[in-house]
């Protein structure tokens, strides 16, 4: 069993940035893949970006550029970069980790981008 607990959300304006945490208690070497999933009223939950335990990255085509994944193995923690945030980034971000054929979620996280 992984837990997995996201921090960082929060009210922006356009153009601005935020960093969203994802704590995991189980060390990120035994995790195959982690990532960020986001999900907007109305729509279904898409990916935003993934690591792999050997620090592959992959990017949705519409945070290229703008939003950075990375883990920090000593803290057990995955973190997303948002930069040049949009008001359609607006959504609950989750934090996802697959193990051994096991998906885990975390509870998810507000990001609101608004004047």
């Known amino acids: 069993q992984v837990q997995l607990v996201e921090s960082g959300g929060g009210l922006v304006q356009p153009g601005g940035s935020l960093r969203l945490s994802c704590a995991a208690s189980?060390?990120?070497?035994?995790?195959?893949?982690m990532g960020w999933y986001r999900q907007a009223p109305g729509k279904h939950r898409e990916l935003v970006a993934t690591?792999?335990?050997?620090?592959?990255?992959n990017y949705a085509d519409s945070v290229k550029g703008r939003f950075t994944i990375s883990r920090d193995n000593a803290k057990n923690t995955v973190y997303l970069q948002m930069n040049s945030l949009k008001p359609e980034d607006t959504a609950v971000y989750f934090c996802n980790a697959l193990r051994y054929g096991d998906v885990y979620w975390g509870q998810g996280t507000q990001v609101t981008v608004s004047t």
């Open positions: 189980a060390m990120l070497f035994s995790i195959n893949r």
């Open positions: 690591i792999t335990s050997g620090g592959g990255t």
